[in-house]
C-alpha cells in the first residue's frame, strides 16, 4: 500500500474545484477527498458547494473540503473567486477547471447568444481563472512533482457530433485545443496541463438522457464498452494525474469514455469480402 499511495496520493495537496457540486466535479472532488487532498469546491451555487462539502467532511476521508459560491461566467466573478481562493489558501497544487454549461437546440433555430454564453464560460472563463490563479500554482510546482491543472473537455469535441449542441461540442473542441497551447507555455513552469474528455456519465447536464437506471442502461448499450461512466472512472483518472505517478504527463487528452473516440462503424473492404 505504501507503494500505491507513493504513486497516486495527493495528501497534503491544495485543489479547486470550479463546478464541483455536482456530476463529474463531485466525483473530482470526492476523489481528491479521499485521497487526502483539501479541496476547495466553487460554483454559481454556493448553498449547494456548503452542503456537498458538509457531505465529504463527513466521510472520515484522510482530505477535506470547503465549499463557496464562485462564478466564472463573468470578468468579475472569477476575481470574486480568485479572491476568495487566496483567502484560504496562498498556494494551490491542483486546479480542476470544471465548471461549463450546454445548450441544445435543432439547427434551424439554434440561437446566436447560445454561442456567446457557452464559449464565454467553457472556454473564456477557464483561461481567464487559469492565468490569475498562475501565482499560486507557480507558488508550489517543483520539477519532481508539478502543479496539476486539469481542464473538462468532452468526446463531443474530439468526435464531430453535436445533437443540437453545436455551441457545446465546438467548445469543448476549443477546451482541447486550449490544453495543449498552455501545456506547452506552462511546461517550463513545471505545470501540466491535461484535460478529460468523457463519453456519457450521470450528471445534471446528462440527466435528459440518464436520469434513471434504466435510461442510463440505454444509453450505455451505445458505448463499445456497454455502459456509461462511474464515479470510479472519474476517480482513478483524477488520482492518476494529480498524484506522482502522472507528473510526466502533460497536454495529453484522456479519454473517459468506453472506446467512443474510436469508434468506428466504416469499413472499407469488409462488405466485400462478405
Known sequence: MDYLENLFSVKGKIALVTGGATG??????????????????ASRKGDACVA????????DAPGSAVGFAGDVGTEEGIA???????????????????????????????????????MNINVGGLFTLTRELLPLLDAVSTDADPARIINLGSVMGTQPVAEGAYSYSASKAAVHHLTRILANEFARRRITVNAFAPGPFQSKMTAFATASDEQAAKVGKGVPLGRIGSPD??????????????????????????????????????????
Open 80 to 118: 470574486a473567486l480568485v479572491a476568495e481562493v487566496k483567502a484560504h489558501t496562498d498556494a494551490l497544487h491542483i486546479l480542476v477547471n470544471n465548471a461549463g454549461v450546454t445548450w441544445g437546440e435543432p439547427l434551424d433555430t439554434f440561437p446566436h447568444m447560445a454561442w456567446h454564453k457557452v
Open 233 to 274: 472512472d472519474i476517480a482513478g483518472a483524477t488520482l492518476y494525474l494529480c498524484g506522482k505517478g502522472g507528473s510526466y504527463i502533460s497536454g495529453a487528452i484522456l479519454p473517459l469514455d468506453g472506446g467512443l473516440s474510436v469508434y468506428s462503424s466504416m469499413g472499407l473492404f469488409a462488405h466485400a469480402l462478405e
Open 24 to 41: 463529474i466535479g463531485r466525483m473530482v472532488a470526492t476523489a481528491l477527498v479521499n485521497g487526502g487532498a483539501t479541496v476547495l469546491i
Open 52 to 59: 456537498v462539502a458538509e457531505e465529504l467532511n463527513s466521510l
